[in-house]
């Protein structure tokens, strides 16, 4: 047995041990119907001078690395209000490590400043930021940060006051900013405002800043969070009560939205009857509700309490739901501390006047479900195939040529899905999904278009390589400019592989985290060993033929999708249009012409520039075109590729389309733990779809990573051994060949070792951070491309200034955010041919034969 065919089997048998572990693993552990709040009161506030802790309401409260504290807040420990007591104020604080089970509670008495009820809380990581708050006489502006260390409290008062007096009024943390909205100024005149300030962390010196008010009733005792709404994070505010001096109460139900990136406010249109409740951000795009006071009824001993209702609403789809009722008194007029996915209501009212001094746990319990036998076996069987192909395929490897260019024997119509399936990658068949799901279909004409570009493809950029017989992109530039050039230009190349390969990675590894709860970690590096086994192996030939597997794979799963999603959505597939439409999710975006938006124009812009570098210089493109025999076919490779995305591009911003309509339908469904946006279409095959076909839509989700990762070990691997190592090495030898395979090897490695450092970072969109990258690395080589072609004048000095300037730019408008990410290509497309012919007008170079070097010499023929 060959050396090959033991590495094959042996990384089968630990694939398959690997996938069995986690499956056993996780049926062991019982599969439950969706994901629980598993609830607890055993803390209690301690007793204080030996008598029992009747707990406070309005109490500052939060964590500190492990300790809980509650601070301040008031209650009747007399009697009852409506018995004759009266309201006291406490400055007493408590805390506890929650961390070690046989913790007991600390009692610092003066805890904090004065006594004081009726704040706000903020956790920061220096400590607990308190703010106003109100004591029997008057409400107060201070603000004040409680830090914890060895076991003693430090106050530090030196933050900027509010402009006014403020209590029971609502704040959150967002972005490295405090907004605090409603409340009241006075204890005597009683009376609820309309005040929304913010307070900017980076920038203390310039203190609270007043912010437009929200388009309704001022209001006290409101609910706010802070959460994505599928494009940004921003401040949601919920219910609480209009009061007037004289006497006016009303419950307020309503419920707004407002983003600071926008500066704007939206009235959303559900009620909400959280009152004086609490609220909490959870997963990617949920609020969690819990209880509130639905209407006001006085006091008394038969008061039957407030509302213990846990209600779950989704920014995304517009939903509201209740949860679940909660097996103990859910306390209003408390706040809410949060570790992990644990929660606490530190104390609060449970009755007009009567406070609790426990303290309600609750925990989200994540969904759990085994991979299965069947899942497992469709997996493997799919992983094998590939495997077997780059087994096939390692026989016909006799020289470099056949490993970078298949000997210029492939078909045109597989070389067309190849392409096709490496421009589409797991950033399709994930993010784009995940971002017509969460907004519209704006970014629709970024996949579109190829179309755009067809003609200078297929009548420029082909006919230059092939003429050329180039083995990569870059030797044009060698020859057009100086050997210089070509290298930096490969270097950069590589790079930018080695980070996409990291992307294409990390992303489906997500995907498998989420199904079978296997560590990241193990499923980048299961991924990332057997894409290189079978890259390796079988060279350009079993990319291309792989390619082509893993396209009928991936638009089946996406079919797949849509047609199981449709017949579970009332009226089925025309239901999911009309719903759709009415809710605007097929927009193409705004017709403003701004490009600091993802407006229609952005897009067409932006897209033209993009598809114009990949397709036009991007080595794992290029490389393909030489892998035909002849430039027709070559030519109709690229068009497979174009009428392919046609359709495609419906069919996966389709995909996200239909599953906003399904979980506006089952909103229960969704996942209150899984913090990642781009999740929302492995989440839909984990929780919803049955075994077999379950295991083939990740299969999928593989397919449409390894299909762009083995072009990316391939075309790097080729672009340093013909651009780089040839210059050491000059002449060809049957070392070459082994030489491409070590190169393959290391580079394969190293993007493995990248998406481990990816799966260390908190990155909000990896759509977003990959557009950053193409726009610093690809849109300055898009931009070299052409001024070598079509113009006369440039010079290799010039190209060199083009390429540093075009950076620079890009470094300036990342940081300034001129432009929508979009155009990071655009801008580095051409401030790279702008700065390029400039700078070859001013500094003359070295005269050289341009002979077929540019379309002036290449059409004259």
Known sequence: MSNTSKIIILSFICLFSAFHTGAAIHEASGSQDMEKIAWDNTLTLPEINGEANIGVAGAFSGFIDNNLLVAGGANFPDATPWNGGHKTWWNTLYYIDISNPEAKWNIIQDGIPKPLAYGNTIELPSGLLCIGGCDSSQCHNDVFLLQLKNGEINIDTDWPSLPVPLANATSVLLDNKIYIAGGQESMKEQEATGHFFVLDLANLKKGWKTLPTWPGAPRGYAVSVAQSDGFDKCFYLFSGRNYKA????EVLTDGFVYNPRLNTWKKLDRQFPVMAGTALATGANHILFLGGVPQLI????THPGFDNTVRLYHTIT??????EVAPYPIAVTTNIARKGNSFYLTSGEIKPGIRTPHLLQGEII??????????TIIIILYFASLAWIGYYFSKKQKSTDDYFKGGGRLPWWAVGLSIFGTSLSAITFMSIPAKSYSSDWSYMLVNAGILMVVPLIL???IPFYRRLNVTTAYEYLEQRFNPLIRVICSLAFILFQIGRMGIVLFLPAIALNVVTGFDIFLCIGLMGV???????????????????????????????????????????????IQEAATNNKFDLGSLNFDLKQSTLWTVLIATFFTNLTTYGTDQTMVQRYMTTETEKQAKKSILTNAILTIPATLLFFFVGTVLYVYYRHNPAELSLTITDGDAILPWYIYSELPQGVTGLLISGIFAAAMSTLSSSMNSA????????HSKIVSKETKSSLHAAKIATLLLGIAGIAFAYMMATWEIKSLWDEFNKI?????????????????????????????????????????RLQYVHLLLYTTTGFISCFVIGYIASLIIPGQKKNLDHLTIYKLFSK
Do not use: H
Request: proline share 2%.
């Open 246 to 249: 004289d006497g006016y109460v």
């Open 774 to 814: 193409l726009g610093i690395i690809l849109g300055s080589l898009g931009g070299l491309f052409l001024l070598g072609m079509i113009t006369r004048r440039a010079n290799a000095t010039g190209a060199l200034c083009g390429i540093i300037g075009s950076i620079l730019v890009q470094l300036l408008m990342i």
């Open 318 to 323: 517009n939903t509201l739901i209740e949860k």
């Open 366 to 375: 994540p969904f759990e479900k085994g991979l299965g036998a069947i899942n």
């Open 717 to 724: 691997a080729t672009a340093y051994i013909v651009d780089i």
């Open 298 to 301: 006085p006091g008394s001993n």
């Open 530 to 576: 057997l894409s290189l086994i079978y890259t390796m192996m079988g060279g350009i030939e079993a990319v291309v033929w792989t390619d082509a597997l893993q396209v009928v794979v991936l638009l089946g799963g996406a079919i797949l999708v849509v047609v199981i999603a449709v017949f579970n959505v009332p009226d089925g597939f025309s239901g999911v």
């Open 459 to 461: 009548y420029l950029f």
